[in-house]
């Protein structure tokens, strides 16, 4: 990972922030569109695999993009 200053960080930071809940607030509206409550049966209570993971769906891309351009090459 490359030496980022504080403020790269802080930019780090909010894009991913704003990645995660990007992915999170999609994949509800995939599911009210599709009209389901849950995504699947595999984890009970807690609505489906995919709402654990539907923030870093968005929020993994983002951090490598970001990284990229903060350190001005591949990270």
Not at 15 to 20: D, G, I, N, Q, S
Not at 47 to 64: F, V
């Amino acid at each position: 990972m490359p030496s980022l200053s504080v403020a790269q960080r802080l930019v780090l930071g909010g894009v991913l922030a704003c990645a995660a809940q990007l992915g999170d607030l999609g994949e509800s509206m995939l599911k009210r569109f599709a009209g389901v409550k849950d995504s699947g049966q595999l984890i009970p209570g807690h609505g489906g695999l995919l709402d654990r993971l539907d923030s870093m769906l968005l929020a993994a891309p983002a951090m490598y993009y970001t990284l990229m351009l903060l350190s001005g090459g591949a990270p």
